[in-house]
């Protein structure tokens, strides 16, 4: 698709090439900016997998990738009376904490590199009874990235960029695993491509990225597209193409069970309380809401078709007639703000994600672990940070990882009142 704006020759690096550099980043580029290749089906239910990590589950026990629609159904079918682990809806193998590691391991004798991804995860965190080992972890990507994992190469492509896993950042190494799992078909990655290309050299390779994976469903890289037609960097024709591309990505993977998952499902975080009409702007922050799965914008998450009453009403409705977990966690951390017209009450806001937390909620249990770790309104702790950040780390919360607490942080910066010595 010809994107009309900055050619290749605009990039102002040709000078610094050979030809044969040339010939083989012309190549390159050519394979890289073209549409994604498309998603799997679900191993049960046979319709395309969302585009949303958060929408669909590897199976340690059988390797299959399940969609949380089908997910949900067994769980209706057996009457949510699974109390001991997670039942797989394939082969109906029950996974609990004790034969996780088990589990991983079988999978991992069969070169499974989702598995490799897996273990990679649980040594990099310490969790199920393994020692923490960075540098092991780092090793298990490298080979679950051989064996082609997608998700090893976007993962190794964070970690170069941000010096994360006792690596050293390194661009050339980050873009490169980045473009691998890009060409695959994985919309975080081209994401991240598209911010690190959005400059004044390379604002059309960045551009491209977002129109590649919006076409896929990608909410984030809709956003940029509307701001990159809106500054002039794309045409209204290229915009409304990405539009309807990106509406025909999501309503491909639609199915009854998955909209019911969305809205009860724990794992999920869209569910209907925040579901939006279709590419209105945000009455509080002005940026547009695509729609689909959106539940909001990515600055305020609110519903541009509820007033600040209206919404707080909804949230208590969700607590009190479905005990959401998600609920309590979004009202905590309104409390936590003083947003929605209601006071900011900080100790209000820990009760409530106590509560999310014991229902379920990772997002609640890593907002506990960042109040323990930032000493936010509660008695600085370590231990107790750890403790919740393990805990959602554990129930798939990856931007919460146990690292070294106090690595930056000096005793004569955290108030006095605020220490624990039990940490």
């Known amino acids: 698709m010809h994107l009309g704006l900055l050619g290749d020759d605009d990039l102002g690096l040709d000078s610094l090439l050979s030809d044969e550099e040339k010939q083989e980043a012309k190549v390159r580029d050519e394979v890289l900016f073209k549409d994604h290749p498309p998603r799997p089906d679900c191993d049960i239910c046979f319709n395309q997998l969302p585009v949303a990590s958060n929408q669909k589950t590897y199976k340690l026990c059988c390797g299959k990738i399940v969609c949380d629609g089908c997910i949900e159904e067994i769980r209706d079918k057996d009457n949510r009376k699974e109390k001991v682990g997670d039942l797989c809806p ?26 490799f991804m897996v273990m990679a995860h649980i040594t990099s965190v310490g ?9 092991k972890a780092v090793s298990l990507m490298e080979k679950a990235s051989e064996l ?50 959005n400059t004044k050299e390379t604002v ?70 925040f579901q939006v009409p279709l590419w209105p702007d945000c009455p509080i922050c002005s940026i547009p809401l695509p729609g689909g799965q959106s539940r909001g914008c990515g600055v305020c998450s609110m519903p541009p078709e509820n007033s600040l009453e209206e919404h707080l009403e909804r949230l208590n409705t969700r607590i009190d007639k479905y005990n959401d977990p998600s609920a309590y966690n979004y009202l905590g951390v ?25 229902l379920g909620s990772k997002e609640a249990l890593g907002n506990l672990a960042g109040a323990y770790d930032e000493g936010d309104g509660v008695r600085y702790s370590t231990k107790k940070a750890r403790y ?17 607490l106090t690595s930056n942080r000096s005793p004569d910066k955290i108030p006095q009142y605020q220490l624990d010595p039990s940490s």
Request: overall charge neutral; glycine content about 8%.
């Open 334 to 358: 309104y409390y936590d703000n003083g947003n929605l017209g209601l006071p900011k009450d900080v100790a209000k806001a820990h009760a409530l994600w106590e509560k999310g937390g014991e």
């Open 148 to 197: 082609g994992s997608v998700d090893a190469n976007t993962s190794l492509g964070f970690a170069y960029l941000q010096g994360t896993f006792g690596l050293q950042k390194d661009i050339g190494k980050a873009k490169r695993y980045l473009e691998n799992a890009a060409i695959k078909g994985n919309c975080e990655a081209r994401y991240r491509l598209g911010c690190m290309d």
């Open 90 to 115: 394939f082969c109906r193998v029950v996974s609990t904490s004790s034969n996780t590691v088990e589990l991983v391991k079988k999978r991992m004798e069969l070169n499974d590199p989702d598995a």
């Open 127 to 135: 969790t199920y009874g393994q020692k923490k080992d960075e540098e």
């Open 204 to 273: 059309s390779r960045g551009v491209k990225h977002f129109i590649i994976g919006a076409r896929d469903g990608h909410e984030p890289s809709l956003v940029s597209v509307k701001k990159a037609f809106t500054a002039g960097y794309a045409t209204k024709e290229e915009y409304e193409d990405t539009l309807r591309a990106y509406n025909e990505s999501l309503n491909a993977t639609k199915t009854k069970e998955r909209e019911k998952a969305l809205k009860f499902n724990t794992r999920a975080d869209d569910d209907e309380l």
């Open 388 to 404: 919740y950040y393990e805990l959602a780390a554990m129930k798939g919360n990856l931007r919460s990882s146990p690292r070294d």
